[in-house]
C-alpha cells in the first residue's frame, strides 16, 4: 500500500460524509419551510434563507480570499444562475406547501434526467438507447408520484416538475461556471443575488412574526441551507462526482422521516413505487453523467 492511498480514501470517506450530511440538512430545510408556511407568507421564509446564507458566506470567506472572492470573469452568467437558482427556490417553497416533503423530494430528483434531456434538445448532444429509457422511467415514476388530477394535490403538484426543468437549466449553466471560476465566488453571487431579489418583494409580503419560535424557525432555514452548500463545495473538493452521486438520493429517506415524525405522512404504495423508479433510474443517469460529461449534479437546493 502507498502513503497516498490512505489519504485519498480518507478524503472520499469525508467527501461521502459531507455530501450525506448536506442531504440531511436540506431535507431539514424544507420540512422547517412546510412547518413555517402556515403560520407567515412563503417569501418571508425565502428571505431569510438567502440573506443568512450570503451574509454567512461573505462573513467567513471575505478575510479568508479577499477580493478575489469578487473576481469573476462572467458576471452576466453569474446573475442568471443566481436568478435561476431563486426561481427554483419560489417554486421550491410554493409546492413543499402544496405536497408532502418525502414525494417533493423525489420528484426533484428527476432533476439528472431532465438534464439530459435538455443537452439533446438544446446543446445537441447524443446519448444511447438505454439513457432514454432512464429518461422515460424517471418521469414515469414522478407521475406516480404527483398523480395529476387524481390526488389531494391534484394538477398544483405539477409546479415540482416546472422547477425540475429550471433547476436543469441551472446545472447546466453551473457546469460551465465551475470550469473556470472559483466555486465560492459562484457561491457567493448566487447567494447575493438570491438576497437582493428576495429583499424587492419583501415588503410586499412582510408580515409580523408570531412568536420566537417561528423566528428561530426562519433562523434555521438560512443555518441549514448556508451549512448545506458549505458541505457541497467540501464534498465535491474532496471525491468525484461519480462517487458522490449515489448518496445524494439519501435526501429522500431522510425528507420521508421528516415528513413522518413531524407530519405523521407515510406515502402509499404506488407513491413508494414511484419513488424507486426515480430512484433507480435517476442515480444512474446521474452517475453515467458525471463520469462522460461531468455535469454536476446536486441535491435539490431550496
Keep these: 500500500m502507498t502513503a497516498g492511498q490512505p489519504t485519498s480514501r480518507t478524503s472520499t470517506l469525508v467527501g461521502i460524509g459531507a455530501i450525506v450530511t ?11 419551510v412546510k412547518v413555517v408556511g402556515a403560520a407567515i407568507p412563503v417569501l418571508m421564509a425565502l428571505w431569510f434563507r438567502y440573506a443568512i446564507q450570503a451574509v454567512l458566506v461573505t462573513a467567513v470567506m471575505l478575510p479568508l480570499k479577499g477580493r478575489s472572492l469578487l473576481r469573476t470573469a462572467h458576471p452576466r452568467y453569474q446573475l442568471l444562475r443566481g436568478c435561476l437558482l431563486l426561481a427554483v427556490s419560489v417554486l421550491s417553497f410554493t409546492s413543499v406547501q402544496l405536497m408532502p416533503v418525502g ?10 434526467l431532465a438534464v439530459t434531456l435538455l443537452a439533446v ?3 445537441g448532444e447524443r446519448i444511447e438507447p438505454r439513457r432514454w429509457l432512464l429518461v422515460f422511467g424517471g418521469f414515469a415514476g414522478a407521475l406516480m408520484v404527483v398523480r395529476p388530477g387524481g390526488g389531494v394535490v391534484g394538477w398544483a403538484s405539477l409546479l415540482p416538475l416546472l422547477m425540475v426543468f429550471i433547476y436543469a437549466w441551472f446545472q447546466i449553466l453551473t457546469s460551465r461556471l465551475t470550469q473556470t471560476e472559483d466555486p465560492w465566488t459562484v457561491h457567493f453571487y448566487t447567494g447575493w443575488v438570491g438576497a437582493l431579489g428576495a429583499s424587492a418583494v419583501l415588503p410586499f409580503a412582510w408580515t409580523t412574526i408570531p412568536d420566537i419560535a ?7 432555514i438560512g443555518l441549514m ?16 462526482a461519480s462517487t458522490l452521486t449515489p448518496y445524494l438520493y439519501g435526501q429522500i429517506a431522510f425528507a420521508m422521516l421528516c415528513g413522518w415524525v413531524v407530519f405523521g405522512h407515510v406515502p402509499g404504495t404506488l407513491e413508494l413505487a414511484g419513488i424507486a423508479l426515480i430512484v433507480g433510474c435517476g442515480a444512474s443517469a446521474s452517475v453515467w453523467a458525471s463520469r462522460e460529461r461531468h455535469l454536476p449534479v446536486d441535491p435539490p437546493e431550496a
Design 225 to 240: 441551507g448556508a451549512i448545506g452548500h458549505f458541505l457541497l463545495i467540501l464534498a465535491y473538493a474532496r471525491a468525484p
Design 103 to 112: 414525494e417533493f423530494t423525489a420528484i426533484v430528483m428527476i432533476t439528472p
Design 214 to 220: 417561528t423566528f428561530l424557525q426562519l433562523m434555521f
Design 121 to 123: 434538445l438544446w446543446l
Design 22 to 32: 448536506a442531504t440531511a440538512c436540506f431535507a431539514m430545510l424544507d420540512t422547517t
